[in-house]
Nanobody, 122 residues
């Protein structure tokens, strides 16, 4: 079983920066990709950024140039540095891990964190 625990959410003013992180724990052999989704109140969950085990990244167009996703494979941890935040980006940010292989799941499974709230004040 793999658990994802997010941290670093909080309150920031518009134009400010915030960093969130997510640590995966369990008897993990490898994780194919890790990333972040966000869900604002009343809206659908949307993909923000993804990073593969090889370091390849993909971003939602609206965050390109402002957000940076990074990863420490040895620690099974993914980070999201968010700059120039806007109030519209207030949301619960969820961590995801795709293709995590363990003894119990050698073919890989996907996991989600419980989310961390990011509030951007105007």
């Amino acid at each position: 079983q793999v658990q994802l625990v997010e941290s670093g959410g909080g309150l920031v003013q518009a134009g400010g920066s915030l960093s969130v992180s997510c640590a995966a724990s369990g008897s993990i052999f490898s994780i194919n990709a890790m990333g972040w989704y966000r869900q604002a109140q009343g809206k659908q969950r949307e993909l923000v950024a993804v990073i593969t085990s090889g370091g390849g990244t993909n971003y939602q167009d609206s965050v390109k140039g402002r957000f940076t996703i990074s990863r420490d494979n040895d620690k099974n941890t993914v980070y999201l540095q968010m700059n120039s935040l806007t109030p519209e980006e207030t949301a619960v940010y969820y961590c995801a891990a795709w293709g995590a292989t363990t003894i119990q799941a050698p073919d890989g499974m996907d996991y989600w964190g419980k989310g961390t709230l990011v509030t951007v004040s105007s």
